[in-house]
């Protein structure tokens, strides 16, 4: 294989230890499913990346999610890796050596979602998929996570990028926060309903004087979207989600998982439990 002519992306120990919970889920996904017969188990990838990192920590190469979910044992049927950048989708062909049960797409990992692959995931299908949305930012909309959760099929772990709300949607004075980021932030919550829970009247202020907008923390913001995601997308099982923190404590995304399946929501939680000490 030739040297890439890209840089890797380089990940911190929390983007290390997401990885390490989406493969050990993933093992026990498909075991839950080994013995239904004519059932297809899918893996799904939406922003796949080269299929290898860089550890800020050490320096060393991590294997990606999708390396990680080629080996899963009792193996998924089939693996769609997505990314827009086609310099890490051919070397993450590459990686592959032309796997039939792997499709590689370099396309918007929304539109690819939306019109082409959610739609033939529906449980009266006889088929299933685990679903990693792990976009850099607010790069997603809500239409992924609703049809997701319509299908009744699928399984899905999402990256909730408080971060990059917060530096470029929801701000402590709303009337200047960026156009560009308030867009992203409705399409991907869906509609404009985050602004009720981003921001709350103050107390402050009397009868000649409106009151001021106050920014909510993240915590509220958060649970307003868990309770999105069963409501409106219809996931039956939304557990409360794994902050993950970086070098500096401060918390850099959530780790949501959504599922129909009660055993699937014990699974994630035991998982979740042994690492929400350190969160």
């Known amino acids: 294989m030739t040297a890439p002519t890209f ?24 075991k839950a499913f080994a013995k239904q017969k004519g059932l297809k188990k899918y893996y799904i990838d939406a922003f796949s990346g080269a299929g290898l990192h ?15 979910a080629l080996k899963v044992s009792p193996p998924f049927d089939h693996f769609y890796f997505i990314d827009m950048n086609p310099e890490k989708t051919a070397h993450l062909a590459a990686l592959c050596q032309d796997r039939r049960d792997v499709d590689i797409i370099t396309d918007d990992a929304t539109s690819y979602l939306t019109q082409k692959l959610l739609p033939t995931i529906q449980y009266k299908k006889f088929n299933r998929a685990l679903c990693l949305l792990d976009p850099y930012g607010l790069h997603l909309d809500w239409a992924v996570m609703f049809q997701a959760g319509q299908s009744k099929a699928i399984d899905l772990f999402l990256n909730f990028p408080v ?3 917060n530096r470029n949607a929801i701000w402590h004075a709303p009337e200047n926060a ?10 991907f919550w869906g509609d404009e309903s985050w602004r009720q829970i981003a921001y709350v009247e103050s107390d402050q202020g009397n009868f000649f004087s409106e009151r001021e907008l106050v920014k909510q923390d993240n915590a509220a913001i958060v649970k307003a979207f868990q309770k999105r995601l069963q409501t409106v997308a219809g996931f039956e099982f939304v557990p ?4 993950m923190r970086n070098s500096n404590n401060a918390v850099v ?15 994630i939680e035991d998982i979740f439990k042994k690492h929400r000490s350190h969160s």
């Not at 960026?178 to 399409?187: A, L, Q």
Request: glycine share 8%.
């Open 178 to 187: 960026p156009k560009d980021g308030i867009e992203r932030m409705s399409r």
């Open 163 to 165: 971060m990059d709300m």
């Open 7 to 30: 840089k890797f992306d380089e990940i911190g120990d929390w983007s290390e230890l997401k990885l390490e919970i989406v493969e050990k889920y993933g093992v026990a996904y498909t």
């Open 253 to 267: 995304y959530y780790l949501f998982f959504a599922s129909q399946k009660p055993v699937a929501k014990r699974i």
């Open 54 to 68: 860089v550890s800020k920590r050490t320096g060393g190469q991590v294997e990606g999610s999708p390396a990680r």
């Open 240 to 243: 409360d989600p794994l902050p």
